[in-house]
């Protein structure tokens, strides 16, 4: 008897495991075919007013990792491109010893974009935050978005179920450790399934705040490359 529950119990477990991994698999299957056609390089995005950056950590010193470098510089090279008018640098900065939005913006700057470019979100915690952010807090309705390739699934399909039309461009810009990426994906299986559920079922409430609307009237506008509409 006890040999039979026993395998009942490991049969049910085995069944268990199997259906979380589908889970898991299939939830980021469906962000990654929904995201593919949605790419773009800098030079083949089209002209949006805003590109919105997303945070990747800081060092112990206070500077950005080379996973935000390279966020920030395609931000950069997207506002040189004429393809957007404001960079939306979104982070974390829940305490005072760390402030992702403030290095982010240092690195821009450094690179060349003006202060008046860039718009800074310092309750980007999550990347949900980010994307509900943008449309509830800065008015955005539309954008591009910047990360790695390997973020960039859940981050379209997020934003784009939160009422963001938004396409996607790389942040890739060097070659990095095998073993990184190889947790970012990893990552990426149980964060993917989690943006699923909260953009379906739980809607959950990020920290919101007045409405500091980035542009005040969207028919305007300023630099962009216009022959790329």
Not at 10 to 25: E, H, N, P, V, Y
Request: charged letters at 20%; proline letters at 6%; glycine letters at 6%.
């Amino acid at each position: 008897m006890l040999k039979k529950l026993l395998s009942l119990i490991m049969r049910l477990a085995a069944w268990s495991a199997g259906l979380g991994l589908a889970a898991l698999l299939l939830s980021r299957l469906v962000t990654a075919l929904t995201a593919l056609p949605r790419l773009h390089t800098v030079q083949s995005a089209p002209v949006e007013r805003a590109a919105i950056v997303f945070g990747a950590g800081l060092w112990r010193d206070g500077s950005p990792t080379p996973v935000l470098r390279d966020r920030v510089k395609t931000g950069a090279d997207l506002y040189f491109a004429g393809k957007v008018e404001k960079l939306l640098l979104s982070g974390d900065n829940s305490t005072d010893a760390y402030n992702e939005p403030a290095a982010m913006r240092q690195y821009a700057l450094e690179l060349g974009v003006p202060d008046s470019a860039i718009v800074l979100d310092y309750a980007g915690r999550r990347t949900y935050d980010t994307c509900y952010r943008a449309k509830a807090i800065f008015g955005l309705d539309s954008a591009i978005l910047v990360t790695q390739e390997f973020h960039l699934p859940r981050a379209l399909y997020i934003c784009q179920v939160l009422g963001l039309e938004t396409i996607g461009v790389p942040a890739d810009l060097r070659r990095y450790p095998r073993s990184a990426l190889m947790w970012w994906n990893l990552r990426e299986l149980p964060a993917t399934l989690t943006a699923l559920l909260e953009v379906h079922i739980t809607r959950p409430l990020p920290i919101l705040g007045k409405p500091e609307p980035i542009f005040q009237n969207t028919s305007e506008i300023s630099h962009l490359n216009k022959k790329d509409w």
